[in-house]
């Protein structure tokens, strides 16, 4: 199940049953019980949406799964532990509703300036609000935790813990297709139009791939206009692990990309990567695929990653989203 907007769930006898936190009667509910279990400050977009809001309503399904009642964008009078999203929620607002007693937890990716490539403020704006109200801090790759202090902003108690995706919706098929009397196919993903997501890795390959060996598709907002590559727009997770499914190997071309949610999503459906050797790319796929450092190396990796792709793809390890949220209840509760 999922959480959009103000959509959480809670706890009432054995059962996790949804409700929205604006009605009246979660409010008295609330206001008997002074709290829920946990506060989550983060704004939800509606979906398809990127790799945040995704790992989030998944990792808040899963709490809700075990009985852990969350209550959004505030902080009941008894709640205990409040985990607060990048920059994605009101800053005013959550310093309003901080207070002695409630541990919290901020969840990191970036640096942003890093990641877009250009510096609005907005790393600034997360290192105060770190330094001022967090106790301890979730970052989502080592390579972000490096970045970060390469920036000189050091962290409140820091902890290293990768997302991970719902098992549900993406897993591996039940059969593939032999690569023997067809294409391979590629396919990447991103919901995001920033160059650094792999423009020019994508518009490289479209012109000069061997189209008679591969075809390639792209899921999401497309950077540019593709003549060869087959781009489709954003579609809901069941609609895009399908796709995935449908595919062999997955192109992950962002760089400085902290930890990619596509990229994982792509992973945990069985196909073996070729990525950019930057950003967190590395730590997520281990020996389930094969680096590039430039888009002309990319044919020969392939190549190579297809010559292996059964010994790549037994390679693939993601984290379940079970020990995710052990982690973050570990650091949740101090």
Known sequence: MTVHGALIRARRAARVVGRELSTEVDRARYRRSGGADLALFHEFAPAPTGGGHQFLRALVSELERRGVAVELNRISRATPACLFNSFNFDFRRLRRFARPGCRMVHRLDGPIGVYRGFDDGTDARIAQVNGELADATVVQSQFSLEAHRELGIELREPVVIANAVDPAIFHPPAARDPLDARKARLIAVSWSDNPNKGAEVFAWLDENLDWERYEMSFVGRSPAAFLRIRVRGPVPSRELANELRRHDVYVAASRNDPCSNALLEALACGLPAVYLASGGHPELVGDGGLPFVSAEEVPEVLERLLGEVDD???????????????????????
């Open 312 to 334: 790549r793809r037994g390679a693939i390890r993601v984290p379940s989203l079970e020990q995710v949220a052990d982690r973050y209840l570990e650091v949740l509760r101090g």
